[in-house]
């Protein structure tokens, strides 16, 4: 039989408080207490959901029609085996 080894979870983001603050007319952060999750960025018609704790090295996970839609792509864990 194989072991694996598996990264620690990540806090569940589910049950924490999120807030959003807004950084500019296109740009906006979303954090739990004490952690940024991501940002979301407006691109025309579009928002651009960003995972990662600096906004020019936060990695690109989706484009999405709504703000909503952004928002719980940044919320939600990476799932990993």
């Known amino acids: 039989?194989?072991?694996?080894?598996?990264d620690p979870p990540e806090v569940l983001?589910?049950?924490a408080e999120v807030v959003t603050s807004i950084l500019s007319d296109v740009l906006t952060r979303v954090s739990t207490p004490g952690?940024?999750?991501?940002?979301i960025q407006t691109d025309g018609d579009e928002f651009v959901?960003?995972?990662?704790?600096?906004v020019t090295?936060?990695?690109v996970?989706?484009?999405?029609s709504t703000?909503?839609?952004a928002l719980e792509a940044v919320r939600l864990r990476k799932r990993s085996l």
């Open 1 to 6: 039989m194989v072991g694996v080894t598996l």
């Open 49 to 54: 959901a960003l995972k990662g704790n600096h």
């Open 67 to 69: 703000y909503g839609l």
């Open 35 to 39: 952690h940024v999750l991501g940002f």
């Open 13 to 15: 983001r589910h049950n």
């Open 61 to 64: 996970v989706g484009r999405y």
């Open 57 to 59: 090295s936060a990695e």
